[in-house]
């Protein structure tokens, strides 16, 4: 099992540039979230599905739109991209929703800059 | 949402128990108290988790005070490896700075 796999690994984008950062879960996990950390901060919850078919907005969203493509699939749009948004990109699965206990799987992220 | 402290950093010589302290004062009765490690800019990895109970697996060992409201993970034997930012979470989606631990040879 690959687990959680994101591409790209690495991306350079020119402000106002548009691009999808993909993820997919081979795990069967119900649950997926993508969070963004910058340097020397902790992860935040940008968007999260707790079930295919459903999409919610964690932490800071603004700039950003998700799809949950199927159970499998998750990915992140930035329309028009901004220097602020310049981080590295998580994206993780949970067999459920915040549920008693639920651990979490991360992929390797995604590192974004944008000029 | 319950939301964890801990210290920003720590350091503990290689071969020695590291003991990393949370609080976790506002956790809820049916909260589990999760840890996780992030190495270098890799993604997060978990370590271990409890609910009341202490644990313990093949990477470390998790103390929860009987009131619930802090714990500590224990690194039994540490080694330059283990030299990581550890996350003390309690509601999944919410992770704090955690606390840097250096390992000195």
């Known amino acids: 099992n690959a687990g959680v796999t994101q591409t790209p690994k690495f991306q350079v ?10 993820c997919a879960q081979d795990m069967n996990h119900n649950s997926m979230y993508w969070y963004r950390q910058d340097p020397g901060m902790g992860l935040r919850l940008i968007y999260y599905s707790a079930s295919e078919g459903t999409t919610d907005k ?19 749009r ?27 799987f991360f992929g390797p992220g995604t590192r974004l800059t944008v000029l | ?21 949370c609080n976790h004062s506002t956790i809820s009765g049916n909260e589990y108290v999760y840890w ?15 609910l009341k109970n202490n644990e313990t697996n ?4 998790l103390i929860i005070t009987e009131d619930r409201k802090s714990s500590t993970l224990i ?31």
């Open chain 1, 78 to 104: 930035l329309e028009s991209a901004a220097p602020s948004q310049t981080s590295v990109y998580f994206c993780a699965s949970s067999e459920k929703f915040l549920s008693d206990y639920n651990e979490q």
């Open chain 2, 1 to 21: 949402d319950a939301k964890t402290t801990q210290p920003p950093s720590m350091d503990c010589a290689e071969g020695r128990a590291a003991n990393l302290p």
């Open chain 1, 13 to 22: 984008l020119k402000t106002g540039q548009s691009m999808t950062l993909q």
């Open chain 2, 75 to 105: 690194l039994p034997h540490a080694t330059l490896r283990d030299t990581a930012v550890y996350y003390c979470i309690v509601t999944l989606i919410i992770f704090g700075k955690g606390t840097r631990l250096h390992i000195l040879p």
């Open chain 2, 58 to 61: 093949e990477m470390a060992s």
């Open chain 1, 58 to 76: 964690g932490e800071v969203p603004n700039g950003y739109n998700v799809s949950r493509l199927n159970k499998r699939e998750f990915s992140l």
């Open chain 2, 36 to 50: 996780y490690r992030q190495i270098h800019s890799q993604g997060p990895q978990y370590i271990i988790h409890g």
